[in-house]
């Protein structure tokens, strides 16, 4: 499996609206996708998240659930 850092980059104004759907959905990830940590930064307008998955192809099912209020990044790390 290769890991990614995943950088969130909230719209303006979408903070809470995340955490709000985070908390009625969860992660939303496909299986096979693979949450292992995340922080938020002071300002709360970025989250970096650490992920792993032998299918990148996954992340494009994933974006596309939260697209709407988040811009990704997607970093693979060697």
């Known amino acids: 499996m290769k890991k ?13 609206k995340v955490y709000q759907r ?3 959905q969860g992660r939303m990830l496909p299986a096979g ?3 292992l940590n995340s922080w938020v930064n002071r300002e ?3 989250c970096y998240q650490l992920m792993e998955t032998a299918d990148a192809e996954l992340f494009d099912a994933w ?11 997607i ?4």
């Open 75 to 78: 970093v693979p790390i060697d």
């Open 44 to 46: 709360r307008s970025v």
């Open 63 to 73: 974006t596309a659930r939260w697209a709407d209020l988040v811009e990704f990044e």
């Open 22 to 24: 985070f908390d009625a």
């Open 33 to 35: 996708l693979n949450y």
């Open 4 to 16: 990614y850092m995943v950088v969130e980059r909230y719209r303006p104004g979408c903070y809470d």
